[in-house]
């Protein structure tokens, strides 16, 4: 229920939810698998994206959680849709910004490589 609620799922557009995240802390690790109902694939998608952009839209984040959230993806296979916000932290304090979001990108990278395995 806290999972439909928190992102605003319909309970018809649904059959199944996995979702890992934290309930608080300074780490955004968040991924939610949803195997969505027959014809509610972009309705799920669509919700999962909404929630990206609040969160990529968000300016109370930690700064070192920015690029991490600037590389988070939703992604869909099948019936399934997924919110992917996964990786590392880039320890590199000294690394530019743009070194910081190639490191977030290729950390989601393999989240969403992952996701995709399951399928095959």
């Known amino acids: 229920e806290m ?4 992102f605003s799922f319909d309970a018809d557009s649904y059959t199944e939810i996995f979702a890992e995240m934290p309930m608080i802390g300074a780490h955004p690790d968040t991924l939610v698998i949803v195997k969505a109902a027959e014809g509610k694939l972009d309705n799920v998608k669509n919700k999962l994206t909404a929630y990206r952009e ?3 839209n968000d300016t109370m984040q930690y700064p070192m959680n920015i690029p991490k ?11 399934y849709a997924a919110f992917i916000l996964l990786g590392a932290v880039n320890e590199n304090v000294e690394s530019s910004e743009e070194e910081q ?6 950390q989601e990278k393999i989240g969403v490589d992952a996701f995709n395995k399951c399928f095959e």
């Open 3 to 6: 999972i439909s609620s928190k």
């Open 54 to 56: 609040l969160l990529v």
């Open 69 to 79: 959230i600037h590389a988070s993806q939703v992604v869909t296979k099948g019936d």
């Open 101 to 106: 979001a190639r490191f977030a990108e290729e």
